[in-house]
Each structure stands twice: as C-alpha cells, then as structure tokens.
C-alpha cells in the first residue's frame, strides 16, 4: 500500500511541476474525492514573490499551450481517484478530500480531511476560502467571507480541511 502511495504522490507532484512554468518555492494540492466525481486545484508560490498563483490561472498568465495544460490538470483526478481506491481496497477509512504541501527543497506533507463536505451546508467555493486560509495564510477582506471562516472555525475546531 505504503509503495503504490508514495509513487502516486511522486505522479501528482511531477505533474503539477510540469504545469507550473517557473521556479517556485512551494504548493499545495487540494483534491476532493467521493464515488460521485470530485476536483482538484493547487496553488504555488513562485521563487521571490510573496502571492500564490491559482492552478487555473496559469494558461491565461503565461500564454501556455492550454490543450497541454488541460490534459495535464485533468490527469490530476484519476491519481486523487486511485489514492482514495488504495485506501478502501486496504480496509482504511476513505476520505473526502487531502491537500499535499510540497516545497522546493523536498520538504512534504499530506493531509486527508475525512468531513463529508457534500453533508453540509458549505459550499465549494466556501471550502476554497476556509482552504485558502489554512493553508495559504489568506485573510479574507470581506467581512462576509470573514464570517464564513469564523463560523467554521466555531463548528470544527479541530480544523480538519
């Protein structure tokens, strides 16, 4: 299990590599996953610059072949799917969704978030603000996305996004 893990997370990391045209100092993967379909999207820092650039962005920003990115990004599901397999097939809890943190010099990190995410009243674009401030350090200025985040925080303590 621990060998077909790690190769697919090596995948995932060299893919979203090749789809991110400069040097970057690190990034985070979000993949969420259930026997329905799922998404993912990642975010990187680029080398000497403090802001994180959106997955999706990239083609528009760096004039990038987008049918080659496409292919790359949608390369990126069926690897989250097979994760989340490896996992059932071996009798381990299957989660909702994970966030690998990767940094320019090796260091990683996987987090699985086991809240059914589909169950609540969050929306995805809810889950990509409470994501962002987690893991990217990203404040809300609206008072109202603010909220969003504070009542999470309130309902989930432990903080398992």
């Known amino acids: 299990m621990e060998k077909k893990l790690n190769a697919l997370y090596r995948q995932i990391a060299e893919?979203?590599?090749?789809?991110?045209?400069?040097?970057?100092?690190?990034?985070?993967?979000?993949?969420?996953?259930?026997?329905?379909?799922?998404?993912?999207?990642?975010?990187?820092?680029?080398?000497?610059?403090?802001?994180?650039v959106y997955s999706l962005d990239i083609p528009e920003l760096y004039k990038l072949d987008e049918k080659k990115f496409k292919a790359?990004?949608?390369?990126?599901?069926p690897m989250s799917e097979e994760i989340r397999?490896?996992?059932?097939?071996?009798?381990?809890?299957?989660?909702?969704?994970?966030?690998?943190?990767?940094?320019?010099?090796?260091?990683?990190?996987?987090?699985?978030?086991?809240?059914?995410w589909f169950d609540t009243e969050y929306s995805f674009s809810d889950q990509m603000i409470i994501w962002k401030y987690k893991y990217l350090n990203e404040k809300p200025q609206d008072q109202k996305l603010q909220q969003i985040i504070d009542k999470y925080l309130l309902e989930y303590p432990e903080n398992p996004i």
Do not use: C
């Open 15 to 52: 893919t979203v590599n090749q789809m991110i045209p400069e040097e970057w100092e690190d990034f985070h993967f979000y993949a969420q996953v259930s026997d329905t379909g799922g998404g993912t999207y990642f975010y990187y820092k680029s080398t000497g610059y403090n802001e994180y």
């Open 72 to 77: 790359l990004k949608r390369s990126l599901l």
């Open 85 to 116: 397999n490896i996992f059932k097939e071996n009798d381990q809890e299957p989660w909702y969704s994970f966030t690998m943190s990767l940094q320019k010099n090796g260091k990683f990190k996987m987090h699985f978030d086991y809240t059914n």
